[in-house]
């Protein structure tokens, strides 16, 4: 797709056109992936964060959060958990956190792979070539960090570099590829400052990456944050809203320019629209669901945006729920890992040169 075919559907109002997009979206997932939907199992390991990204809640300036860190004893009982639910992959997400050492997420990763059989996820935020290797090597399977805009400027105003390093999430984004992870990244719909065509670039930098999982999400403005707090000119035709049309139209052109990738419906969408936004998700382009499996007392303080969707439910019911869902949208349940199809023809010519 070209830059103007892509500015078109990103403009597009009319219902009755969008249902071509919709369409489209829907039978090139159905060929590429199918029909089953993965599920991963997501633990929110630590909120502690020594970033002050100007649109996450558990940015280091925000004191009115409390801070938590799971046990290694939690993290396994939550890995437990997924397995016997049948999930085949689990999500280790956290902030930035320094406490979360090279040495204790290695342990973290061998004990993991001793006991169970999944898929192992990492989303730890921007961390050293060394460690990312060090932890392949051991066992992780996959690594989620989205570039969250593709417009340089604009990302470098609402993410402060820390101090004395290099910001660049594409370079890491190559790192992790080079190193044979399956790479995840994606963006945020309607940051205050975006503009169409950074979206349609977004869509260009998914697809020369490659990427076999692309995470899309609305802005949600949290109030503890400066992007909370400014006031900004949601009317201006050349800002992007953060709404689910705007959401849906990227998760579909992004499963149109990346047919063989991970799409998740995400909990920001679900966030935005509690009754349908995840069914849309998957009508729209998605192929995976992330059950949150953190424990409930833990969840609630992992507020990186307000009103998270499933913050009350219990790992168990959040997981039915979601199954029936996905049953709801006839949709099946994909066992198993689930690995993209990209990275597995990857890897296999990998194999044979
Ligand atoms: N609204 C929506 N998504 C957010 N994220 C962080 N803060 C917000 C927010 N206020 C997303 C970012 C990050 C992911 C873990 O959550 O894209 O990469
Ligand atoms: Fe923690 Fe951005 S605020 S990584």
């Known amino acids: 797709m070209n830059r103007q075919q892509i500015h078109q559907w990103l403009t597009e109002q009319e219902p009755a056109a969008l249902e071509q997009l919709w369409r489209r979206a829907d039978r090139v997932r159905r060929e590429y992936v199918g029909d ?16 002050r990204c100007h649109y996450c809640g558990i940015r280091a300036d925000n004191h009115q959060i409390e801070r938590y860190r799971l046990t290694t004893g939690e993290i396994l009982e939550g890995v ?22 090279t040495e204790w997420i290695a342990d973290l990763i061998v004990q993991i792979r001793r006991r169970y059989d999944l898929a192992i996820t990492l989303s730890l935020g921007e961390r050293g070539y060394d460690e990312l290797a060090y932890w392949k090597q051991l066992g992780a399977d996959r690594y989620l960090l989205r570039f969250e805009t593709s417009n340089a400027e604009l990302f470098a105003r609402i993410h402060p570099a820390a101090a004395g390093r290099v910001q660049d999430r594409i370079i890491i984004l190559h790192q992790l590829r080079e190193l044979g992870y399956e790479v995840g990244s994606g963006v945020m719909v309607g940051i205050p400052g975006q503009g169409y065509e950074d979206l ?36 201006d035709p050349a800002q992007v809203p953060a709404d689910e049309l705007m959401t ?5 052109l992004a499963r149109l320019v990346c047919p063989q990738a991970n799409i998740p419906s995400t909990t920001a969408l679900a966030t935005i629209d509690p009754q349908q936004g995840r069914e849309l998700g998957l009508q729209r382009g998605a192929n995976i669901i992330m059950p949150n499996l953190t424990p409930p007392d833990y969840r609630r303080k992992y507020e990186i945006y307000p009103g998270k969707a499933c913050l009350h439910e219990e790992a168990i ?4 729920c979601l ?18 199809p990209n990275w597995q023809r990857r890897r296999e010519r990998l194999s044979t040169t």
Not at 85 to 94: H, K, R
Not at 323 to 340: A, D, K, M, V
Request: charged share 20%; aromatic share 4%; net charge negative.
């Open 80 to 101: 437990r958990q997924a397995q016997a639910l049948g999930i085949g992959t689990v999500v280790l997400q956290s902030g930035e956190d320094p406490e979360l050492t």
């Open 36 to 51: 089953a939907v993965y599920l991963r199992g997501l633990l929110e390991i630590s909120n502690h964060c020594v970033r």
């Open 317 to 320: 019911s959040c997981h039915c």
């Open 200 to 235: 349609i670039e977004d869509l260009l930098l998914f697809e020369k990456l490659d990427l076999d999982m692309i995470g899309i999400g609305p802005f949600i403005a949290h109030p503890d944050t400066p992007l909370g707090k400014i006031s900004w000119e949601a009317s």
């Open 248 to 252: 849906l139209k990227m998760v579909a």
């Open 323 to 340: 199954e029936r869902r996905i049953i709801n949208t006839q949709r099946t349940l994909g066992r198993g890992p689930g690995c993209s």
